[in-house]
């Protein structure tokens, strides 16, 4: 049908590839991912498609948080039991510096997870990851409606 | 239309005010906006109201079809900055400093998202906007938002660049 993996054989298979190839939003924005053992690193490639001012030039703010969200989701993914895609409950983005047009990094930890809901952590980077341009909390919705 | 003021603060009258048929060229100089193929609905003094069409692109959930939540925050972060724009006597940058997102209730899939965003204020350095996103009900939102933006005339912009290059 729609080629989405089930998240327990992706957890087994140690390969969030095939997870960020089956949502179509995260290959429409150019983003891909490493894992190494428990951490995920996301990459936003950059293309002339996600700025959000030319003048500056500067990536959309949107796009940034749309990228911090998404990384905080597959963090969900390969640290937790969940069998289905965590649900953002509400989230906040800090905005610290501009992001350039260059390729953009993101991380997340996973700050605790109850048995609905998660609160994570996610950071985005450009060249130096101790100058993040980007911060993100929130929360999630493990399962249940 | 309201009948908010058509004056900012100062007294000043809007920009928008005197934009006329050019207001479609708010999103035009926004290349992410056009890949999403965002629409500019309406503007009036200090709102804005902004479309982003249905597109199997932008499915966060394939098993679903629903839209990613990155849609809705690119989609209010925009909206938000534009009734910036609608509140502002004379023309400055804006950044976004923080934006605040609650998400109430899923998107359906194959319909279309509408965001709201009034700037409700606006000092000399800041603008505080509240927004909504929504299928075609305003009183049923998917997503609510807040977001403060910094604002930055030229001449303070290029004052602050002639003191980098001084230090």
Known sequence: ?145 | MTDAPQTGPDGAPLLIGMMGPNQHMLLQGVPHARELGMELLSVEPYRARLKVPYDPRLIGNPLTGVLHGGVITTLLDNTSGIAVFCAMTKFMSTATLDLRIDYMRPAEPWRDLIAEAHCYRITRNIAFVRGACFHDDPNDPIATSVATFMLASNSSRKKAKAAEGAA
């Open chain 1, 1 to 145: 049908m729609t080629g989405l993996p089930s998240l327990a054989d992706l957890r087994r298979m140690g390969d969030i590839t095939q997870l960020l190839q089956a949502i179509p939003y995260i290959q429409f924005l150019g983003v891909t991912g490493e894992r190494n053992g428990e951490q995920v690193t996301l990459t936003l490639r950059y293309s002339p498609q996600i700025i959000g001012n030319p003048t500056l030039p500067a990536l959309h703010g949107g796009v940034i948080g749309a990228f911090l969200e998404t990384t905080a989701i597959v963090q969900l993914v390969v640290s937790t039991e969940t069998d289905r895609l965590p649900k953002p409950v509400d989230i906040g983005i800090d905005y610290l510096r501009t992001g350039r047009p260059l390729d953009t990094y993101a991380a997340a930890t996973i700050t605790k997870h109850g048995r609905r809901v998660a609160n994570v952590r996610a950071e985005a980077w450009q060249e130096d990851r101790s100058r993040p341009i980007a911060a993100l909390h929130g929360h999630f919705l493990m399962s249940g409606d």
